[in-house]
């Protein structure tokens, strides 16, 4: 079992997150707009023409997943400060995420304390958990079982993601939430850990990760923002 914290300074890198994000947006975007010229000005052959239009169906895909991991709840513009009922928001990032569990055959257990309240920015709050609990329903294609665990020691709120998934190796550990690492191919993006990483530590929050290859994952996230009863 590996161990690590996650690490400032690699989020400080991508301190020109929203730089980076519109770039990754405007590339395929630059494709698509070349494409669609292409097959206005010339009468290419269907052959040629399928494959334009397949390859702009994929640069559009992948303009979809950049937004989706990055601007689906968080709008960056925006840091609000307001009260972030852990149960209830957490509940929500699983509604969202319901049909992608269904898909894979994940079951997914809650086990909640209940009334636990910390401050933030609530849409951030649930990107970020959006983006770290698809990872999990992700690493279990073939089924298997993701746990949600909360509860409080002193005046500090903990949130555990466990999933029983692929796993990662330790050097996969390491360079998690690093900008474009991705296991995923096209699949991926590589920026959904960044932006939930950096989320979190815009809470205040401390993210453990704990691995192993073919067992699963344990996300254990600690917020020490907790809001107590008025
Ligand atoms: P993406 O999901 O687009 O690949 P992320 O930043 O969300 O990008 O994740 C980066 C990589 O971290 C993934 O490609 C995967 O290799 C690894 N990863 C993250 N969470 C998990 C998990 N729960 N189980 C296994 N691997 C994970
Ligand atoms: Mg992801």
Redesign the pocket.
Known sequence: IRQRLAKADKIEAVSHLSAAISHEIRNPLTTVKGFLQLLGEQNYPDEKKKEFIHISIQELNRAEEVIN?YLTFARPAFEKVEDIDVEKELNQVLNVLNPLANLNGVEIKKKYTPGLVISGDRSKFIQGFI?LIK??L??MPNGGELIVQTFRTGNVVHILVK?S????TEE?IAR??EPY????GQQ???????VTFSIIRAMRGKVEVK?QVGIG?TFHIRFSNIVDDK
């Open positions: 991991d983006n990872n999990g992700e690493a999933d998934g692929i796993g990662m996969q998690l939430g690492y991705t296991t995923k991926g993006t590589g920026l959904g850990m960044m691995s994952t």
